[in-house]
């Protein structure tokens, strides 16, 4: 064991000695290697910091939450001259009735508005709903309350705005009791919605107005009685979404008298299938991202095995001095590969640095969480191990078997 400690010894110092002599070159060659690693290493923290960012945007969406829409189909909408498809209160009623896995249903109705108070004046999404909205959609109370149950049935002139709208008209003021003017009629303010942030498409879910739905259909989006945009549902579990996709899709087809072979006028989506959707796209990015960034590392590499080979042909005559006085084959070809995978090691734990400070930095600006795990770190030099030993094999097996006497002639 000592014997071989010994020769694992002389082959570093040898190594060192080396890369010393050249170290303007060995810097430049570890360059390479640092650019290599770095970019990897970065390109894995991002994709991992933003499926984290994506998937806890999707999550702020609701609890287990499902998504009825109306769906244009062959036989509605444009296609037959007849009216879109529409869901209704008395849908959601039946399917919280008829699903014993559904916690609760939450009608929607929308509409977009100016909304003003004083001399401030925006345009916003304004969602009608009842009660049951803000459990299915995972929404708190940051200031204020939420109408009472007395203000659905009468349509009162009430809402919870959004901490975008709250900025945006308030500013640092409280608007709790405040009556902000929405088309032609006041509506007080109850309440302010925690803030959630942006949405799993880049959407600002701030910036919104909810009120009763009996109010908005009333006074800013007259529709027949009880038609509703969307229903938002919310699973009691999320391992029984799955079910209750497959019983809404059976109660609606019966309520909408859907026979066999009709397709369906709705479409539910769930965050299940958000989440699956955004990770094959993150998916193809981080592969197309990891797969260029491999490209450099490959790169530093071949620069790596350029400058062994160079280095091979201008110690020729030290080489031939070493086998001259008893170095066998593998004694010059350990030599050559250490002498590589220092190098590569020596730039792979630069890059490494770098990438940490780099990840921490994007992290910051980006506001994700992200960072280099100890199992990056250790990938990244093992990498950088087998690149010095995969592109500095063919520069030592041709300095292994260099003829001594050849070699000996070399000036």
């Not at 360059?31 to 999707?58: H, P, Q, S, Y």
């Amino acid at each position: 064991m000592s014997r071989i400690a010994s020769f694992v010894w002389v082959a570093l110092s040898l190594a060192f000695g080396a890369l010393r002599r050249n170290l303007l070159r060995a810097l430049l060659t570890a360059f390479g290697i640092l650019i290599g690693v770095a970019a990897v290493t970065i390109v894995v923290a991002l994709g991992e910091g933003a499926n984290k960012a994506i998937l806890g945007r999707i999550d702020s969406m609701g609890n287990n939450a499902l998504l009825v829409i109306p769906e244009e189909t062959a036989a509605s909408g444009a296609k037959s001259g007849e009216k879109m498809p529409m869901l209704s209160e008395a849908d959601g009623q039946a399917l919280l009735r008829e699903s014993s896995g559904i916690a609760a249903v939450a009608p929607v109705l929308r509409s977009f508005n100016q909304v003003s108070w004083r001399d401030a004046n925006v345009s916003t999404q304004i969602m009608g709903s009842t009660l049951s909205f803000f459990p299915v959609g995972a929404w708190t109370i940051g200031s204020g309350t939420l109408w009472p149950a007395s203000a659905e049935n009468v349509a009162e002139k009430v809402c919870v705005i959004g901490s975008s709208v709250k900025a945006n008209l308030f500013g640092d003021e409280d608007p709790v009791g405040h009556s902000v003017r929405i088309g032609r009629y006041p509506f007080t303010v109850v309440g302010v919605l925690a803030a959630k942030g942006q949405g799993p498409f880049g959407q600002d879910q701030d910036d919104v107005i909810v009120m009763p739905i009996a109010t908005l259909r009333a006074k800013l989006a007259p529709t027949r009685p009880g038609a509703v945009d969307r229903l938002a549902i919310a699973a009691k579990s999320a391992d029984g979404a799955a079910r209750v996709e497959r019983d809404v899709t059976a109660i609606l087809r019966q309520r909408h008298d859907l026979t066999e072979g009709m397709e369906n006028d709705f479409r539910v989506r769930s965050q299940e299938e958000f989440r699956r959707t955004q990770e094959q796209i993150l998916g193809v990015l981080s592969a197309l991202l990891l797969a260029i960034a491999a490209v450099s590392l490959v790169a530093g590499g071949i620069g790596v095995m350029n400058i062994m080979l160079v280095s091979v042909a201008e110690r020729t005559h030290e080489i031939g001095i070493r086998m001259a006085i008893g170095a066998r084959e593998s004694d010059i070809l350990l030599q050559f590969l250490v002498e590589a995978v220092v190098l590569c090691l020596a730039g792979g734990a630069a890059g490494a640095l770098l990438a940490a400070f780099a990840v921490n930095a994007l992290g910051s600006a980006l506001g994700w969480a992200m960072s280099v795990s100890a199992e990056a770190l250790l990938v990244a030099l093992g990498t950088s191990s087998l690149l010095g030993v995969g592109f500095g094999f063919l520069p030592a097996r041709r300095a292994a078997r260099l003829d001594p006497i050849q070699a000996l002639r070399r000036e």
